[in-house]
């Protein structure tokens, strides 16, 4: 089976602006969680989605937002970007959500 | 609240040399577990698991790592280690129940260099 798939994989942007980031999971899985990963804060949750539903939330700002798709597909949207959100976000599938979670490569996000 | 402790950041070890990471966590029930390793600009690769049953859990690259529930730990060893395992190492936690889907709790990771 492929791996779970992230794009891009590389981010520049500029204070304000805003981004969206993809993710596919593992054939067969129908969730999807998604997690920031920063030197300082380490990593941590954003939300998770299954089956086109938010099932679950960290503690993030509404600037951070989700999707999810018919196929299992997940998109993660953060507006007005700001210097902070300088991360790497990573994607992690699942089966069902109470199982282990298989991780992307990751998308490095640098604002600027 | 659940919380994950890995209390060394950095471990230097020599090639062939046997290995433990620390982790312990606090959460009111027992928990899934979990250890991932993480190569420099990558994702994170999954080592192994622990749901129920045996507590002395296998993994992958000759990992293996022991439940103890009485100190609340899931350390992590392997007994001879390759200078290829030179990575940051991360405990996870996931609990259980409805509010708790697809959300692991991670430790702030430890940083092993292997010697040759």
């Known amino acids: 089976k492929a791996g779970v798939t992230q794009t891009p994989r590389y981010l520049i942007k500029t204070r304000g602006q805003q981004v969206t980031l993809s993710c596919s999971p593992i054939s067969g899985h129908r969730s999807v969680s998604w997690y920031q990963q920063t030197p300082g804060q380490g990593l941590q949750f954003l939300f998770e989605y299954f089956s086109e539903t938010q099932r679950n939330k960290g503690n993030f700002p509404g600037r951070f937002s989700g999707r999810q798709f018919s196929n299992s597909r997940s998109e993660m949207n953060v507006s007005t970007l700001e210097l902070g959100d300088s991360a790497l976000y990573l994607c992690?599938?699942?089966?069902?959500?109470?199982?282990?979670?298989?991780f992307g490569p990751g998308t490095r996000l640098t604002v600027l | 609240a659940q919380s994950v402790t890995q209390p060394d950041i950095h471990i230097t070890v020599s090639e062939g040399a046997s290995l433990e990471l620390r982790c312990n966590y606090s959460?009111?029930?027992?928990?899934?577990l979990f250890w991932y390793v993480q190569s420099p600009g990558q994702g994170l690769q999954l080592l192994l698991k622990y749901f129920s049953g045996d507590t002395l859990v296998q993994g992958i690259k000759g990992f293996e790592a022991e439940f103890k529930r009485s100190q609340s730990s899931f350390n992590l060893r392997k007994p001879s280690v390759h200078w290829s395992d030179a990575a940051e190492y991360f405990c996870a936690v996931g609990a259980r129940g409805s509010g708790n889907t697809g959300k692991l709790i991670f430790g702030q990771g430890t940083t092993l260099q292997v010697k040759p």
């Open positions: 959460y009111g029930a027992t928990p899934y």
């Open positions: 992690a599938s699942s089966a069902s959500g109470f199982n282990e979670q298989f």
